[in-house]
């Protein structure tokens, strides 16, 4: 088992046992109960207004699939789903939590949308927050769990595990064969200068005043959203869909640092005619501190639709 698994199941482990080291934070756990919900979160996405790489976001193809229209994307979905969590846990679980979220419905551009989130677990040495995404009929369309520990957690993953690759400057077409033979993937880069964090908190539809300010922790989506990088800044996907991602933070990113996502192909696997990949992947800052391990699966190649 990786040290990223490792992490996950740790917290729920200790959170069970009550057995993990007691550390304060500055948010008070004695306020949140089991049972207690969250503030819901009222947002939709815009239909975009410029063309999409991936056109499962564009009404047209997303029609042949048998949606209803384009799909907004599943990094959106999970940003929503973090905002209930963070206005509740704030900078320390951006810093130390830990997530697993999936999608199994879409959700269509401007179609109005709630996040609702409440605890599911809580002791002295930490907290477990489930969320779903709710679409405008109500069906539940994306989930998450979302922890967060006082305690001291496993040693973050060594960065120089993770090798560094040039992106391709002709990017192939995806294939099984070709995903097979990637050792490491191509690093995506991002210098997240204020200009660029206010530009994904605006595609997150994102309320919070925490993320306002120069030095302000990145959104979490934006991991995420990184994490699409790694794959389809390596090889051409269209259509193509992420469906479901679990990671470990381990410092918590900020305005004014470069970003960058290291990776590999941890699996390839078929399921009801679909292609999937899971990739392992670690957001590193500046080059040497660990920001957040990932799995990050997607289907890469989707069956005909009928």
């Known amino acids: 088992m990786g040290c990223r698994a490792l992490a996950y199941r740790c917290v729920w482990r200790c959170l069970r046992s009550g057995s993990a080291p007691i ?3 500055t948010m008070t756990f004695e306020t949140l109960t089991i049972g207690m919900t969250l503030p819901e979160f009222h947002v939709s996405a815009p239909a975009p207004t410029e063309p999409h790489e991936n056109k499962i976001h564009e009404d047209d193809l997303a029609r042949q699939y048998g949606f209803k229209g384009g799909l907004v994307p599943g990094v959106t979905v999970y940003a929503w789903m973090t905002h ?8 320390p679980w951006l810093d130390r939590g830990a997530f697993e979220t999936r999608f199994a419905k879409p959700i269509y551009y401007e179609e109005p949308a709630v996040i609702r989130a ?29 922890t967060l520990l006082r305690g001291q957690l496993p040693p973050p993953p060594a960065v120089g595990g993770y090798g560094v690759a040039p992106v391709p400057v002709e990017r192939p077409r995806v294939s099984r ?50 994490s699409n990088r790694a794959l389809d800044r390596n090889v051409r996907m269209s259509p193509w869909i992420h469906v479901e991602s679990r990671g470990q933070h381990w410092s918590a990113a900020r ?26 992947l670690l ?12 799995r990050h699966t997607a289907i890469y190649l989707l069956r005909k639709a009928g």
């Not at 930490?126 to 979302?146: K, L, P, Q």
């Not at 305005?255 to 392992?280: M, N, P, T, W, Y």
Request: aromatic share 4%; proline share 4%; with cysteine.
């Open 23 to 25: 550390t304060l934070f």
């Open 84 to 91: 209930p969590v963070v206005e509740a846990l704030g900078v």
């Open 118 to 146: 409440k605890i599911v677990a809580t002791t002295a040495d930490g907290v477990a927050i489930e969320v779903a995404a709710h679409n405008s009929v109500g069906e539940v369309c994306g989930t998450a769990t979302m």
């Open 177 to 226: 064969a070709h995903l097979e033979s990637l050792k490491v993937l191509g690093t995506p880069e991002l210098e997240l200068d204020g200009r660029a964090a206010g530009d994904f908190i605006a595609r997150f539809g994102e309320t919070l005043a925490l993320y306002a300010g120069a030095d302000a922790p990145a959104h979490p989506g934006i991991h995420l959203d990184l």
């Open 255 to 280: 305005v004014g640092e470069r970003l960058e996502i290291r990776g590999r192909i941890q699996s390839l696997f078929e399921k009801k005619g679909h292609e999937f990949v899971e990739a392992d």
């Open 283 to 294: 957001l590193v800052a500046g080059g040497s501190r660990p920001v957040a391990s990932i």
